[in-house]
C-alpha cells in the first residue's frame, strides 16, 4: 500500500534571497555595516578600489562631516570624485548633518569660510555631477542604502521616442564623444573647422590651437586601430 502524503508536504518553502549590499573593507570600522545587517540585509566586504558602497551598480562614497571637510581641505575627495564618475550612477553621502554642522556663517571649527564650502558643493554637483545626499547620522545612511537596495528596476516603456537633433546638434553630439570634450569646446572646434571631416583632418598642431592640450588625447583617439 502505497503511503498518502498531505498535499501540504508538498510545498516547499522558499526563503526570499536578501539584498545585498558590497562594502568596501575599511568601513567596518563605522557602525553602517551593522546597521545595514539589523536592517534585514546582506553584506559583503571587498576591498574596493573605488567607492565605500555597491549597491545595484550605484557606486556610494560616504563621508562624515569632519571627513568631508578635511578631505576637501586636502583635496582626496577631488580625486576620489573623478574615481566614482566611472559609474554611471554614483552618490555622495555626507552624514552626520544633525551631530556636527557642516558650516555656519560666522567663525566655527572648520576653519573654512562657509561660502568656500558651499562653492565647493556646487562644484560637486555642477562640474562632477555626482548627487549629494545629506544623512542625519549612521541610522539614516543605512535606511537610505536600504531603500536604495529594495527598489524594483523601473521598465521602460517601449516607445520612447529619442529627440530629434537638427544638424548642428548632431555635429556637437558628435565632437562631444570625444573624452574631456564639453560642449564649449565642440563649438570652438566645430566654428574654426566647420565639418567633422575637418577636424578629423586637421593636425594635432592646429586642434592645439584651439584646444589646447585636449587635441592630445583627441588625436590619439582618431588614430587609434580597431
Known sequence: MKKLFSIFSRRKTTQKEKPRIIIDYREKNSFVPSE?????????????????YLVKGVAIERKTVSDFVSSMVNRRLLK????????????????????????TDSQDWTGMHPNAIRGFLLS???????????????????????????????????????????????????????????????????????TIKNIINASEEELKEVIGKKAENMKKIIDYKY
Not at 539589523?38 to 573605488?50: A, C, M, N, P
Not at 541610522?139 to 529619442?162: H, I, M, Q, W, Y
Not at 555635429?171 to 566654428?191: D, W
Open 36 to 52: 545595514l545587517t539589523r536592517l534585514g540585509l546582506g553584506i559583503e566586504f571587498k576591498d574596493l578600489k573605488v567607492a565605500d
Open 124 to 194: 560637486i554637483l555642477l562640474r562632477y555631477r555626482v548627487p549629494i545626499i545629506f544623512t542625519k547620522n549612521y541610522e539614516d545612511t543605512a535606511k537610505f542604502l536600504s531603500v536604495l537596495a529594495k527598489r524594483k528596476p523601473k521598465e521602460l516603456p517601449l516607445n520612447v521616442k529619442k529627440k530629434n537633433l537638427n544638424g548642428k546638434e548632431q555635429l556637437q553630439f558628435t565632437i562631444e564623444s570625444f573624452p574631456g570634450i564639453g560642449p564649449k569646446t565642440a563649438k570652438k572646434l566645430l566654428k574654426k573647422f566647420k
Open 80 to 103: 576620489q570624485l573623478e574615481e566614482i564618475a566611472q559609474y554611471k550612477d554614483r552618490l555622495l553621502i555626507v552624514e552626520g548633518i544633525d551631530e556636527q554642522e557642516l558650516y
